[in-house]
């Protein structure tokens, strides 16, 4: 219908123009490089305060040397220094605190203390257990006296990681991960109930707006009020369309020019802050004197490996289901929206009728995050097939795999729910954006659904 | 053959029935009253006439036709809870609501000029609505009524929210209108404006027709029967088989009297009955206004 795109385009047009929506258009994706790139900077900046860190033995020199120097400490090992003297005075001398090890902690964990003024951080503790373990354990083999040991032990140096292999009924078998797929069911989710209610609830302050500034009346004497409801509802579609993609591509943007610019002049500390990430990951496979470009390049196959299983999975649907299900939960609940907008006379009123609305949508979530941990549950499958909720919880069910039929009904379930819900909440509106000041009970809606026209 | 006609229309909302058979027959080029206490039916019986509503029963034909969605074109609708969008421009929004009602563009961005001129609203293509005032706003939605030149133009309360030049712009621009070939059906409690601007009427009180014809007769019907007589002294008058009294007041030794003739009285039987109470001073036949006859018959229909 040639009036329906007028509808549409103004809709379109009126809101992309605004400058909220500019302002909200370019802030986000600056705001969402913030939020990824200032971890990694101030992880760097930790690094350039290096921490000096004295070593006292309790009369022995059994670990000189032991714990290296990494970019985030330095360790000075000293002699013939009395340590209750050195506690009063460390700080004066440059050190950021006191390593104190006894000998005894061969056999009691719990004789090396870390004096300080400051809490110590997570990262500095677990360097300095994880040296002193794997100093200790050498120490005790040698006390076997076991010949090539530094051999042998290079040789048993095992990782262990569990690879899942997923075989489909044509028999051909995929590499998967767990991981992945909650990461994607989460984000998948999570975006569904956003975009859902952000731009339902767009649609529902344009109805008030129409209403309440009184020009609903004279376009309805022009398109059929239906008609105006569905390019409202199309219209706000395509602006949340519009700038999702200028999000996506300027989050892109912005990630890469400031990783050139903050990360690029240190390339090779972002390599050992990379590693020392992965630290408690890594230490049980290897030791801590293992080189760190070593690391590096475990930790960059182990990316690729991610990145490998994440490409393993069956994008094609995920994209189709997610489009499907963003469109028809966007319809469902904007023409709801719509027709709560429609009833009432500002927007403090729709309180009330928000409710009922708000309800499934979080519980939807809700199951959704479950869904994640137990995908084949029968919470999880009922959730998946109710159309109120199954937008999002069948985008979390996905990537775990949904037998074909059970995608199939739900998604019919949604398309016929669509239609009647589009029907209803049109009777409702023709009805409603004509009553003014008036309060409306849901008992008075459920008469105007039996008005005729 | 009227312009327009409504025969039989009843409408009803769940067990309440806003419109009883409500007929209505606007000849073409006319202008046609709707008047009605408030929550008579009027705003009703124009939306359907608009299509907004469909009719319970009843039917509607616009030129010799049944009435169908492809007569929205023809028609141009000034609802009485009329509004603007706030924050979009003048220009845009004429243009917009021009487009709606089936105009291309370029057409519709002509006919703005002209009756942007017209009005001497030129210079306000690029101002927000919200910076207008509302007289100002009441002039762009005229013009938003009638930029697609619609065959029958609905008014409901056109002169609310205007002051009293613009107000009578606007009569003025009805007027013309209608010599220019349009067909008017305006709805309005401004009873000096009907009798100034309307052909015809109909009352319609508690969803249904009460009165309706040529505003000159009905006005003729009630005046013929009407008189205010002046006389001499303070006198009390009493009714009796030939008059009504509609009021009677007294004042510097003079007794003012309204009275009705009831049915078979002359005006001779009626003075027979006054001479002997005192000296007549005068005599006047009173012609009502459309107010008195609106609250008449409003009253006795109760």
Same mark, same amino acid.
């Given at each position: ?5 007028? /509808? ?39 690094? $350039? ?25 330095? %360790? ?53 257990? $994880? ?80 209403? $309440? ?37 300027? $989050?892109?943007? %912005? ?199 | ?50 299509? /907004? ?250």
């Amino acid at each position: 219908m040639n009036k329906i795109s007028i /509808i549409i385009a103004r809709e379109y047009n009126v809101r992309v123009r605004k400058k909220s929506f500019i302002i909200m258009t370019i802030l986000t994706p600056i705001l969402m490089a913030l939020l990824i790139i200032l971890p990694t900077y101030l992880t760097m900046r930790g690094d $350039t305060d290096l921490k000096k860190i004295a070593v006292i033995e309790n009369g022995s020199d059994l670990f000189t040397g032991t714990i290296k120097n990494s970019n985030e400490a330095e %360790f000075v090992y000293l002699d013939d220094v009395d340590l209750n003297t050195l506690k009063n005075s460390f700080e004066e001398a440059g050190y950021y605190g006191i390593l104190y090890i006894d000998p005894a902690v061969v056999s009691t964990p719990n004789a090396v203390q870390l004096i300080s003024k400051k809490q110590p951080p997570i990262g500095l503790i677990n360097y300095i257990n $994880t040296s002193l373990k794997n100093e200790i354990e050498r120490q005790k083999l040698l006390a076997y006296d076991i010949e090539n040991l530094d051999r042998i032990l290079k040789e048993i140096n095992t990782s262990v990681s569990v690879q899942t292999i997923r075989i489909d009924k044509e028999g051909d078998t995929r590499q998967t991960s767990t991981g992945v797929a909650m990461a994607i069911a989460y984000i998948g989710g999570l975006l569904m109930y956003m975009l859902v209610f952000m731009f339902g609830s767009m649609v529902m302050r344009g109805v008030i707006e129409e209403k $309440t500034s009184r020009i609903v009346e004279v376009i309805i004497s022009s398109v059929k009020p239906i008609q105006l409801m569905m390019g409202k509802i199309i219209g706000i579609a395509l602006v949340g369309l519009t700038q999702f993609m200028i999000w996506i591509l300027l $989050t892109i943007g %912005f990630v890469g020019i400031a990783k050139n610019m903050i990360i690029g002049k240190t390339e090779g500390a972002v390599a050992i802050s990379a590693v020392q990430e992965s630290r408690d990951f890594m230490s049980a496979a290897s030791s801590a004197q293992a080189i760190p470009e070593a690391r590096a390049t475990e930790e960059l196959s182990e990316f690729m490996d991610l990145f490998n299983t994440a490409m393993n999975q069956d994008w094609g649907l995920i994209i189709f289901s997610f489009l499907f299900y963003f469109i028809t939960g966007y319809l469902l609940y904007a023409s709801l929206f719509a027709a709560i907008g429609s009833a009432v006379d500002n927007e403090t009123e729709t309180q009330q009728f928000m409710l009922p609305i708000t309800i499934p949508i979080l519980l939807g979530l809700i199951v959704a995050m479950g869904t994640m941990t137990n995908p084949e549950s029968q919470l999880s499958f009922w959730f998946s097939m109710i159309p109120l909720t199954s937008p999002i919880v069948m985008m979390a069910r996905i990537p775990f795999d949904v037998p074909a039929w059970q995608l199939a009904v739900s998604m019919l379930v949604m398309a016929i729910t669509i239609v009647g819900v589009i029907w209803m909440a049109a009777k409702i509106y023709r009805t409603g954006i004509l009553m003014y000041g008036k309060k409306i009970s849901w008992r008075e809606m459920w008469k105007w659904l039996k008005y005729k026209r | 053959m009227p312009f327009f006609e409504a025969i039989n229309v009843t409408k009803q909302f769940g067990d309440f029935t806003v419109l009883d058979n409500v007929s209505i027959s606007v000849p073409k080029q006319s202008i046609y009253g709707l008047l009605g206490p408030n929550g008579a039916g009027k705003t009703t019986l124009i939306r359907i006439i608009n299509q /907004i509503m469909g009719p319970d029963r009843g039917e509607l034909y616009l030129n010799g036709h049944k009435l169908s969605q492809q007569d929205i074109a023809s028609i141009g609708y000034l609802p009485e809870e009329r509004g603007l969008y706030k924050k979009m421009k003048v220009g845009e929004q004429v243009l917009y609501l021009a487009r709606l009602k089936g105009l291309s563009r370029s057409e519709a961005m002509s006919r703005i000029k002209l009756w942007f001129k017209r009005l001497e609203i030129t210079g306000w293509w690029d101002k927000k609505v919200e910076e207008l005032s509302k007289g100002m706003q009441q002039k762009v939605q005229f013009i938003s009524t009638v930029l697609h030149e619609p065959k029958l133009l609905i008014f409901d309360e056109p002169f609310s929210g205007f002051d009293p030049v613009n107000a009578n712009i606007i009569k003025n621009e009805i007027l013309y209108l209608r010599d220019k070939g349009a067909t008017i059906i305006l709805s309005t409690h401004n009873m000096a404006s009907v009798e100034e601007l309307c052909d015809n009427i109909t009352l319609i009180n508690r969803s249904k027709s009460i009165l309706e014809g040529k505003v000159s007769d009905i006005r003729e019907q009630w005046s013929a029967k009407e008189y205010e007589i002046i006389i001499e002294g303070t006198k009390k008058i009493e009714e009796n088989e030939h008059y009504t009294i509609i009021s009677q007041s007294s004042s510097d030794s003079k007794t003012k009297v309204k009275l009705r003739a009831n049915d078979g009285a002359s005006i001779n039987d009626i003075l027979g009955k006054i001479i002997p109470i005192g000296e007549i001073i005068s005599v006047n036949p009173t012609v009502p206004s459309m107010n008195d006859i609106f609250i008449r018959v409003v009253n006795e229909s109760r």
